[in-house]
């Protein structure tokens, strides 16, 4: 609940500082006294929109303060606490907003900054705002449907709803984007495929090129090759008189010298050397014609095969190594496309599926729509009557959006709360034809609509601070004293705040605030204290006959009298 709120020269306040109890406060004063700046600080300091000139020293800053307590049994509040990582040690929730001369502003939670958003969440789940303005709120669709699931307490069911909804609209999505991202990639896919066929029939090898070059080189000259074979092993091996022959007798003669002189010596050494190097090359040079041979066949294929490879290679731009890389790479892509087909057709089912169930809880919440409805309206009907509508007649129309097609997943014919629409019809007279709220209420009437709707909800709903501004004009009388006993009896569940106008309203409160506009520096400037039971009387009085007389005190003291 609402504890305490602090305003510094904010419209008509220069600084004031409120405390509030639980159950039913009232506010009241004269007409024009700036009752409702209090509504507009206490909606500002929790996020609401800075509209016109709020400042009533427009070279000082605005600073609105509001503290919270008893808010830990709110499941919501738990959640938005935990997600923020908002300290509660104590129990307690401050916001502070700082308004600047300039217009720019600041909000904290507990002391540390925070945003307009994050604010609102919160005031989502703290506060009730009741006034001729947001009256009109009811004739919004989306609320006629959630006050009927508050009723027939259907959230945690429309949660359950909801969760799947989003999960299909964003399964239907991601299947879209999917075929969509297959079609633009299938003629990738087949030239893959024609490429892998290709390059995989031409059966690469990473050192295939470079010994194809060394045999077509061998090939290509075999001719020679084995001619200079021919001729080498002739002269140095066959031939009368050969070089080999030359060496030995040049080495053995030398041998008879080599002791007279160093020189000869290494002479005689060396040609040892190359007598052992020639008998080492006959022994190699021998197999030269039984390895080289001419085969023109051979030299066709090996021709063939190395222009294979030069066309692959200038196709693609690519040399044999990063062909084989790129085999890799198309295989490795085809793979993701194949497993992407499959999980698009496993998206499928999922959303077959999850339609299916969506379906069937959308069916059960219209079922329990149209049961609660009966019981709803006439709850309704009986509590107008309390206040003065006692002809009224109240209908909720539960309608289906569209009739639904098991193997559909068009989630056009879905929305949020399900497969329904719900409207509210309301007629005021005998003999006056049933229609919709925004065609057949008055202004009042709405009001009071708005009030027992609360009111049978209020046991219903997590407790929140209600404020209700001004919700009592155009009333009097005993609607005035009926009104006033609905938002009594409200209170035992929600703490009220309430500005009126009505002393039958301000003579229920449980707590009596009256404001005050006064001169302050040449300025209007407005005061708030909170009244004493000699205090309250008179302000009743002043509020049934304008003048503070006997009489008027004696029927304040009646109204009192009255709890």
Do not use: W
């Not at 040449?522 to 009743?540: F, G, Q, V, Y």
Request: contains cysteine; charged residues 30%.
């Amino acid at each position: 609940m609402l504890t305490e709120l602090k305003i510094e020269n904010f419209v008509l306040v220069d600084k004031i500082n409120v405390s509030f109890d639980d159950k039913l406060t009232v506010l009241s004063g004269e007409t024009g006294a700036g009752k409702s700046v209090l509504v507009g600080a206490i909606n500002l300091v929790l996020g609401g929109q800075v509209r016109g000139n709020i400042f009533l020293d427009n070279s000082k800053s605005v600073l609105l303060e509001a503290s919270f307590t008893r808010l830990e049994y709110i499941p919501e509040f738990n959640e938005l606490i935990s997600k923020y990582e908002i300290d509660m040690s104590d129990g307690e929730l401050f916001f502070r907003r700082d308004i600047k001369p300039d217009g720019k502003s600041s909000i904290f939670i507990n002391g540390r900054k925070s945003t307009n958003s994050i604010v609102k969440e919160f005031r989502s789940i703290l506060l009730d705002f009741h006034s001729q303005r947001d009256q009109q709120l009811l004739f919004d669709e989306e609320v006629q449907i959630n006050f009927l699931d508050e009723y027939a307490e259907l959230l945690d069911l429309r949660s359950e709803f909801n969760e799947k909804y989003q999960k299909l609209q964003y399964l239907i999505i991601e299947a879209k984007r999917q075929k969509e991202e297959i079609k633009r990639l299938q003629d990738k896919k087949l030239l893959y495929e024609y490429q892998i066929n290709e390059l995989e029939t031409a059966n690469l090898s990473i050192n295939e090129e470079s010994d194809l070059d060394n045999e077509y080189q061998v090939l290509l000259n075999a001719k020679e090759i084995l001619g200079l074979f021919e001729t080498f092993n002739q002269e140095f091996f066959e031939n009368e008189n050969t070089i080999y022959d030359k060496i030995k007798y040049y080495q053995k003669s030398f041998e008879e010298f080599k002791n007279s002189s160093k020189l000869i010596d290494n002479v005689c050494e060396n040609l040892i050397t190359c007598s052992t190097a020639l008998e080492d090359v006959m022994q190699t040079i021998r197999f030269i014609d039984q390895e080289i041979v001419i085969d023109e066949k051979r030299l066709d294929t090996v021709e063939a095969r190395i222009k294979v490879l030069f066309d692959l290679k200038t196709k693609y731009r690519k040399d044999i190594s990063e062909l084989m890389n790129y085999i890799l790479e198309m295989k490795e892509f085809i793979r993701n496309f194949n497993q992407n087909i499959k999980k698009n057709d496993n998206i499928d089912k999922e959303i077959k599926s999850i339609n299916l169930e969506c379906i069937r809880i959308a069916e059960l919440l219209s079922v329990k729509r149209k049961q609660s409805a009966i019981n709803f309206e006439k709850l309704i009907v009986n509590n107008l009557k309390d206040l003065a509508i006692k002809d009224a007649t109240f209908k909720i129309i539960v309608d289906k959006i569209s009739s639904f097609d098991l193997n559909s997943v068009d989630i056009s014919k879905f929305n949020n709360f399900g497969c329904d629409r719900v409207s509210f019809q309301f007629s005021a007279n005998k003999g006056m034809q049933i229609q919709d709220l925004k065609f057949s209420i008055s202004g009042g009437e709405l009001s009071r609509l708005l009030l027992v709707i609360k009111s049978i909800l209020a046991n219903k709903l997590p407790e929140k601070t209600v404020v209700f501004d001004e919700i009592d004009t155009g009333i009097g009388g005993n609607t005035a004293n009926m009104l006033g006993q609905f938002i009594r009896e409200l209170s035992n569940n929600q703490q009220i705040i309430c500005i009126t106008h009505l002393p039958q309203i301000a003579s229920l409160g449980h707590n009596h605030f009256k404001i005050e506009k006064k001169l302050y520096l040449n300025k209007n400037s407005i005061t708030i204290a909170k009244l004493n039971e000699e205090d309250r009387i008179i302000e009743i009085a002043r509020m049934l006959s304008g003048d503070i007389t006997e009489v008027s005190k004696k029927h304040a003291i009646e109204l009192l009298n009255k709890l």
